[in-house]
């Protein structure tokens, strides 16, 4: 049962039965629908074994993360686990609102903030959801543009496709998304953990504010194709942070990054030399060195009392 149909009945293993009405997405993992039950409109998401490296373990460690609870109200976290059926299983939670928009999206312009106080305020409810994820003993494992969703006005965030979250030592089936991998994960064959987890998060915070990735600049507009070999150079082998005080040779390029080079220079000294201080080469080549997710709730903080406004 890969796939399923509208109008469909699936029942919890709590006896809770939802009514499929329509599928709203799909991904490598599996399938999202909008089910209806008694407690109201909800998303399902359904796995099919073929999709999955390890189905059992897969699917026992969404049902103890469920177990556990959710460690923070910014995360959509699994509420209700089917039975296995055949080869497939999925589980229930919020559906997104639709004021709700994808980071990505806000990264190539398609959506946009209402101000800056309100990318500040995205920005430590980020930073606050990470701390409480890894106080509660969980690394995300797989965190980038695509996990985030946004209101633009006020600034609330909603993290989601947390199917991958596990306790720390648990499990390490998933590497990541390309260029928001930890540099030891892809050269040291290290697993994942806390120190993998703020490099990522560093990543998708500056996402949030430059429009840019940290580490494309010169170096990547130099190459005609971006295949495997060059990307493990850039991002893992050979990173050099786009705004490195002390080494210029990956600089944003006129004309291609104008994000990094129009809105580096209104940030905030301090915001500046976190960034700096999350992408030197101190922090590429030590994971103990990386900023904290307290460093950045602080920094965050502090452009809301201060109220930043970018000018």
Same mark, same amino acid.
């Given at each position: ?45 359904? /796995? ?89 003993? /969980? ?40 260029? /928001?991998?930890?540099?030891? !994960? ?23 504010? !430059? ?51 129009? &809105? ?25 060195? &990386? ?10 903080? &502090? ?9």
């Amino acid at each position: 049962m890969a796939n399923l149909m509208k109008y469909q009945e699936i029942k919890t293993k709590d006896g809770q039965m939802f009514v499929v009405s329509e599928k709203l997405g799909e991904g490598g993992q599996g399938a999202v629908y909008a089910v209806a039950g008694e407690s109201g409109i909800k998303a399902l998401k359904w /796995y099919s074994r073929k999709k999955l490296l390890n189905f059992e373990k897969f699917y026992a460690n969404i049902e103890n993360n469920m177990k556990k609870g959710k460690p923070s109200n910014v995360f959509i976290w699994p509420e209700a686990i089917t039975e296995k059926q055949e080869d497939s299983f999925g589980y229930v939670m919020d559906i997104l609102p639709t004021d709700y928009k994808e980071l990505t999206k806000i990264i190539i312009g398609r959506e946009n903030f209402k101000s800056v106080m309100a990318m500040s305020n995205a920005s430590l409810q980020i930073a606050s959801g990470f701390n409480k994820l890894h106080q509660k003993g /969980y690394i995300f494992q797989d965190f980038n543009d695509g996990n985030v969703y946004i209101n633009p006005t006020d600034g609330n965030v909603l993290i989601c496709d947390t199917d991958n979250v596990c306790e720390f030592g648990k499990l390490y089936n998933v590497i990541g998304k390309s260029q /928001y991998i930890a540099p030891e !994960i892809i050269t040291d064959n290290a697993n994942p953990d806390v120190n993998t987890d703020v490099f990522s998060l560093s990543i998708v915070l500056f996402m949030l504010w !430059i429009n840019n990735h940290p580490l494309e600049g010169k170096a990547a507009v130099a190459v005609p194709l971006m295949d495997e070999k060059t990307e493990r150079k850039i991002y893992y082998e050979n990173p050099v942070f786009i705004w490195d005080p002390s080494n210029d040779t990956n600089r944003p390029v006129n004309g291609i990054h104008k994000g990094a080079i129009d &809105r580096w220079p209104i940030l905030p000294k301090y915001l500046q030399e976190t960034f700096i201080k999350a992408f030197g080469k101190e922090a590429l080549n030590n994971p103990q060195k &990386r900023v904290s997710n307290q460093e950045w709730i602080n920094i965050f903080n &502090r452009m809301i009392e201060e109220k930043f406004e970018g000018n």
